[in-house]
């Protein structure tokens, strides 16, 4: 069983930044690429961000394109996510997700998906003040 940690969250101004980090442990050679989700109160779970470890491919959804990056090293099983210019409406309970499918992740509806992913971490609150 893949385990994920993420770390990196916390209370920042509109406007700033922060990154998040997600380690992954277990068998992590059964992953085929690592992303971003996060889910705001009332909300669903939504795409944030994703990198394939086949293709070395990064997606990111449009709702946070120029604004954040995604990172990862396959070697140290651990993805970032760079976050700048953060608004109110990024608020939200970020959640690192592995996917062992690799089908899944050769098209970009696969990647935005949830169901591509079989792991998912406990989650890091990021709050963003106006």
């Known amino acids: 069983q893949v385990q994920l940690v993420e770390s990196g969250g916390g209370l920042v101004q509109a406007g700033g930044s922060l990154r998040l980090s997600c380690a992954a442990s277990g068998p992590t050679w059964s992953t085929f690429g690592m992303g971003w989700f996060r889910q705001a109160p009332g909300k669903e779970r939504e795409f944030v961000a994703a990198i394939s470890w086949r293709t070395t491919n990064t997606y990111h959804a449009d709702s946070v394109k120029g604004r954040f990056t995604i990172s990862g090293d396959d070697h140290k099983n651990t993805i970032f996510l760079q976050m700048n210019s953060l608004k109110p409406e990024d608020t939200a309970v970020y959640y690192c997700?592995?996917?062992?499918?690799?089908?899944?992740?050769?098209?970009?509806?696969?990647?935005?998906?949830?169901?591509?992913?079989?792991?998912w971490g406990q989650g890091t609150q990021v709050t963003v003040s106006s």
């Open positions: 997700a592995a996917s062992d499918q690799p089908a899944a992740l050769t098209s970009t509806r696969g990647v935005f998906s949830r169901a591509s992913y079989r792991y």
